[in-house]
């Protein structure tokens, strides 16, 4: 206790005087900055931001702010300044000048997780080659002539199993991590697979005690989940290389890998592997469950995807025929309620980074080094961009005349544009056809959306799922 609060005491005093250097060098240099409060010494405004997502109103904190200070606006959160924003303008322009007004940020408890060589923390030249690699292995030709085989397969073995209650979401996990795994190196679902995912859930618990990752026995349990499952993709890159000297191929991500030009150590290919299967788990399966509950609650939606989905299935001869890309491309309200589930729930609520340099945007000037968040759900629930923001409306994006789009970035932009976003979508796509067809369900306890630390459903969606009999199957 003595050591802490010297330790304490020490960050605050600290962060008193770097906060009075820099009121001061903002006032030599005569900037602007946004409005707002810095709240306390050290700590800022972090409980009040905490404490406000612990609420289920989406959007409190941002709300408040924007109310009393305009759409951009200074906080300090997480022990920096920072500068918030929920006006897309700024927003797109802060996504357009990644690595060169802007860098990406992000603690070092998180990097750590991550590990250096992950895309998300990759800069330069690097990142670009990196990034396009990435976007070229998941992209819509690869998708319709190799993965979509694999990903109506695997969810619909999946599905096979459920009978009366189901944790969907868990399921929706289960799903999304075999989906990675398959498509990342190839393995087929199995007890490796599944003892890889046990320290997976440990390792991703980790990402989400940000405040004070030092003091958390789940930070330390996840740094060593890091280590185990960083072995385990270790011994598979090895006897991956040995085989590709030979010739196996094979031809997933961690081919590509092995044969790119740049000659990755092992450990570079471990941490690049890792950190796609950190970003691809909880959001594609966070959105899988989130649009089941949506549904749920909008029985004209789920009984117009019902119409759809059943209209696909009623061309086949039964539940074993596999989907097709023209399938995929003949699902329009699916679609829709694809990007109403994004828009409303937001898994990445919006994205930080660090001014390089001075930036001058609408009058106000963000001092060189400090953070920004570019809010994407501030923008996504605002009244003014998408009329009753707050309600679940898929019929919002029928003849969708691209009037909305530019201000709807669920999957952020620029040169870090995510490169799951096809792949995320076709799973949810695939999902939802081979939910809707296969079964009829009800919730089996009241279960509600919370936003902190991530969105999510407080009881993991609990559902009690029934077989639907159709097309004269035996059950
Ligand atoms: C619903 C599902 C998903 C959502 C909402 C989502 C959202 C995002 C967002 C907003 C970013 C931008 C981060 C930034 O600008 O700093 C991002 C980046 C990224 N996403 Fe996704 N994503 C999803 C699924 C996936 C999947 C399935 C993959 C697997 C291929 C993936 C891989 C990545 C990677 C590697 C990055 C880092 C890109 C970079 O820094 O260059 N994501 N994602
Ligand atoms: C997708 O990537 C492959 C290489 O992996 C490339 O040959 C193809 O042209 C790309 N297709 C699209 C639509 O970008
Ligand atoms: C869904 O959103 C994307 C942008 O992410 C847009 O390109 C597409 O047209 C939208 N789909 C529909 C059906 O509105
Ligand atoms: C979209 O267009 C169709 C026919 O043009 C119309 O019946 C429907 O009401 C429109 N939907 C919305 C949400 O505007």
């Known amino acids: 206790m003595e050591f802490l609060s010297s330790v304490l005491l020490l960050c605050i005093s600290l962060s008193i005087i770097s906060l009075y250097l820099l009121l001061r060098t903002s006032r030599h240099r005569n900037l602007r900055l946004p409005p707002g409060n810095l709240g306390l010494p050290f700590i800022g405004e972090t409980l009040q931001l905490i404490s406000a997502y612990k609420t289920e109103n989406p959007e409190p904190f941002i709300d408040e702010r924007v109310n009393r200070f305009g759409p951009i606006f200074t906080t300090h959160v997480f022990g920096e300044p920072t500068v918030f924003s929920s006006d897309p303008e700024t927003n797109r322009f802060i996504l357009q000048n990644e690595g060169k007004l802007f860098e990406c940020s992000y603690p070092s408890s998180i990097s750590n997780l991550l590990g250096k060589h992950s895309l998300l923390l990759m800069k330069g030249n690097l990142h670009k080659r990196m990034h396009s690699l990435t976007m070229s292995f998941a992209n819509s030709s690869i998708i319709r002539d190799h993965l979509l085989d694999d990903i109506d397969r695997l969810i619909r073995l999946n599905l096979e199993s459920w009978t009366d209650r189901v944790l969907l979401m868990e399921e929706a996990k289960k799903i999304t991590f075999e989906l990675a795994v398959k498509q990342l190196m190839s393995f087929d679902p199995g007890e490796w697979t599944e003892s890889l995912r046990k320290e997976y859930v440990l390792l991703i618990e980790g990402f989400f005690t940000v405040p004070l990752p030092l003091f958390s ?37 961690l081919a590509a890998l092995l044969a790119g030009d740049d000659g990755f150590s092992d450990e570079q290919i471990v941490d690049f592997l890792l950190a796609l299967l950190v970003a691809g788990y909880e959001t594609t399966s966070t959105i899988m469950t989130l649009a089941v509950k949506f549904l749920t609650e909008t029985p004209l939606a789920l009984d117009q995807l019902k119409e759809e989905h059943d209209q696909i299935r009623a061309e086949k001869k039964d539940s074993l025929e596999v989907l097709e890309w023209n399938d995929y491309k003949s699902m329009p309200f699916t679609q829709c309620v694809v990007n109403e589930t994004l828009r409303l729930a937001n898994i990445i609520s919006g994205v930080f980074r660090r001014a390089m340099t001075d930036i001058h945007i609408k009058g106000y000037t963000i001092p060189k080094g400090w953070k920004v968040f570019a809010s994407f759900r501030a923008v996504h629930l605002d009244h003014e961009h998408f009329k009753d923001a707050r309600t679940f409306n898929p019929w919002r994006w029928q003849n969708n005349s691209g009037g909305t789009t530019n201000v709807f970035t669920p999957f952020g932009g620029g040169p870090r544009l995510c490169p799951g976003y096809e792949l995320a979508r076709v799973e949810l796509s695939v999902f939802l056809h081979r939910l809707v067809t296969q079964f009829s369900w009800v919730p089996a306890e009241e279960d509600k959306l919370v936003f902190f630390p991530t969105t999510r459903t407080q009881k993991r969606y609990p559902i009690n799922v029934k077989r639907r009999t159709m097309y004269g199957e035996a059950m």
């Open 217 to 253: 026995t789940t930070y330390r349990r996840a740094i060593k989940a890091r280590t185990k499952v960083a072995e385990a993709l270790g011994l598979i890159v090895k006897q991956r290389r040995k085989e590709s000297e030979e010739g196996d191929g094979k031809k997933d991500m």
